[in-house]
């Protein structure tokens, strides 16, 4: 059985900084792209941040780049989103996704985690 559990969400003020988690099970860890989306109330999931292989390059969007940070623990089966500089507009639920093939697109995502809240203050 495959499971993605998030953790490390919560209330920040402006400027703070918080490291999501992710624990995956069921899969062969080091052999999938494993990548974090963000969904506020009322819009649509919008992609974050990617790591697929060692050796290869992480993928960030633009409002995560410089600001946030993707890393996998293969030995721990764990991906990471250190976020630091947060905003109130970063308020939204963070998933984590798994998927065999490198990519940017959510529908091509085959596995998700639960969700952990982040909420930003201002």
């Known amino acids: 059985q495959v499971q993605l559990v998030e953790s490390g969400g919560g209330l920040v003020q402006t400027g703070g900084s918080l490291r999501l988690s992710c624990t995956a099970s069921?899969?062969?860890?080091?052999?999938?792209?494993l990548a974090w989306f963000r969904q506020a109330q009322g819009k649509e999931r919008e992609f974050v941040a990617c790591?697929?292989?060692?050796?290869?390059?992480?993928i960030s969007a633009d409002v995560a780049k410089g600001r946030f940070t993707i890393s996998r623990d293969n030995a721990e089966n764990t991906v990471y989103l250190q976020m630091n500089s947060l905003k109130p507009e970063d308020t939204a639920v963070y998933y984590c996704?798994?998927?065999?093939?490198?990519?940017?697109?959510?529908?091509?995502?085959?596995?998700w985690g639960q969700g952990t809240q982040v909420t930003v203050s201002s």
């Open positions: 996704a798994a998927s065999f093939i490198p990519t940017l697109k959510s529908s091509d995502y085959d596995y």
């Open positions: 069921g899969l062969p860890f080091s052999k999938i792209a």
């Open positions: 790591v697929t292989w060692p050796g290869e390059p992480t």
